[in-house]
């Protein structure tokens, strides 16, 4: 199956900084979504990104595709950015294939 | 709309009893995902429902989980009989199916299971 990696595991930044995450997957995929999960444990849908570049106020994403990565990108990191980043992907049906996550925290 | 619903939020239960988790999925959605998210193995994917029907079980671990979707507003995740291996975090996510190609899934708030 698919397998998807994500980096840095882990992460901490100054209130204020910027981030790059990265997320490498292994086969050809026609469905790409970056999750954050916040403390509380809710998963809240942040982009739907299988090819190309998007951007929602601080955040922004792009997957090239040919060469199977994606990265989102966190601007000007608030505290309220805290919590764990996952990238997921998908080729078939419904199944979607999460990695590992990255764990960022956000020090005042 | 108030998104997906999961209860309970919490469960509490000592090995070898039943539990039973509930899911009310967005109305209007076609699909219903449950999913597991524990340290070790991270988020997987144990089911999912096409207009109530069972499509891919092959996350299901083993025969003591079960899962049901008996009408279009409702699933139920049974674990008999329960083990401490069982604790974890259980999502329920739906998609409604214009999305599903964009794999486009939303998540509860999730069941926070721990067996003793």
């Known amino acids: 199956g698919i397998q998807v990696e994500q980096s840095p595991p882990d992460l901490i930044l100054q209130e204020g900084a910027n981030s790059t995450l990265r997320c490498n997957f292994s086969?050809?995929?026609?469905?790409l979504q970056w999750f954050h999960q916040n403390p509380w444990g809710q998963l809240i849908n942040l982009f739907y990104?299988?090819?190309g570049t998007k951007q929602n106020g601080r955040l922004s994403a792009t997957t090239v595709a040919t060469e199977r990565y994606s990265l989102l990108y966190i601007s000007s990191s608030q505290t309220t950015d805290s919590g764990v980043y996952f990238c997921?992907?998908?080729?078939?049906?419904?199944?979607?294939?999460f990695g590992q996550g990255t764990e960022l925290s956000v020090k005042p | 709309d108030a998104g997906v619903i999961q209860s309970p939020r919490h469960e509490v239960t000592e090995m070898g009893q039943e539990v039973t988790l509930r899911c009310k999925p967005i109305?209007?959605?076609?699909?219903l995902f449950w999913y597991r998210q524990t340290m070790m193995r991270g988020l997987e994917l144990l089911i999912y429902?096409?207009?109530?029907?069972?499509?891919?079980d092959s996350g299901m671990p083993e025969d003591r989980f079960s899962a049901k979707m008996p009408n279009a507003s409702f699933s139920t995740l049974k674990i008999q009989p329960s083990e401490p291996r069982d604790s974890a975090v259980y999502f329920c996510?739906?998609?409604?199916?214009?999305?599903?190609?964009?794999?486009?899934?939303?998540f509860g708030a999730g069941t926070r299971l721990s067996v003793l």
């Open positions: 996510a739906s998609s409604p199916w214009l999305a599903l190609a964009k794999n486009i899934q939303y």
């Open positions: 086969d050809s995929v026609n469905n």
């Open positions: 990104i299988p090819s």
């Open positions: 997921a992907v998908g080729n078939q049906g419904g199944k979607l294939i």
């Open positions: 109305s209007g959605h076609d699909y």
């Open positions: 429902f096409n207009n109530n029907v069972p499509i891919d």
